[in-house]
């Protein structure tokens, strides 16, 4: 394949969440708002399989891609995948073949995603990954973010990768499961347990079906 040559996909979504990159310090975070992971199921680089392609807040807004939308476009691969929650982003020449009408009774929730705003300000809770897997992905309130870790504030390029799975879903949710804390390394050896005070008092402005 020709660097930096794009690739051709073309399929039907199964998930439209937030792309959103989580950068962790030891006890602080922050977050980066990437825009929109579309996962789709379909062709791309001659083979069908489940694949996901990043495109962003603007695009979204445009073409209000839902649950089982046909599409297709043009892509690059990500260049670094450590710091994307997708496989491929730069996306172009996006067409929309067929716009689903589906409608399900919740959950999952898979109706017209919300602003990227609406996610920030709703704050999120730890997920557990295999709920994720197995209940979440159609849903618009799951979100899997790419972790970046800063092990150590005073040498910035000692940094660890992984990802991690949040909801930003009404809190009654029957499919909910919070999963093990999350376990953050740091200098020398330290590691910092984030308690479940974090999730509580970040979700506290919502209420029980918000």
């Known amino acids: 394949m020709i660097k930096n040559k794009k690739i051709n996909f073309q399929g039907t979504i199964i998930s439209v969440q937030p792309r959103i990159r989580l950068t962790r310090s030891f006890d602080q975070s922050s977050h980066t708002y990437l825009g929109f992971l579309l996962r789709i199921k379909g062709e791309i680089v001659g083979e069908e399989r489940e694949f996901t392609v990043g495109i962003g807040k603007a695009t979204q ?8 939308d046909i599409i297709k476009g043009k892509c690059l691969s990500v260049k670094n995948p ?41 704050e999120h809770r730890r997920l557990s990954k295999r709920t994720y897997n197995s209940k979440c992905i159609p849903c618009i309130w799951g979100c899997c973010m790419a972790v970046e870790m800063i092990i150590d504030q005073w040498n910035p390029r000692n940094k660890q990768f992984r990802t991690e799975t949040f909801c930003y879903g009404p809190k009654s949710c029957e499919f909910y499961k919070s999963g093990p804390n999350r376990k953050v390394p740091g200098r020398k050896g330290m590691v910092w347990e984030e308690p479940d005070w974090v999730d509580e008092e970040n979700t506290a402005h919502r209420g029980l079906n918000e």
């Open 61 to 68: 807004e445009k073409h209000k891609f839902k649950y089982h």
């Open 82 to 122: 450590n710091l994307e929650p997708v496989e491929y982003y730069k996306v172009s020449g996006l067409e929309t073949i067929n716009t689903s009408s589906e409608q399900e009774e919740p959950p999952p929730w898979i109706d017209n995603p919300p602003t990227l705003e609406e996610y920030r300000e709703r």
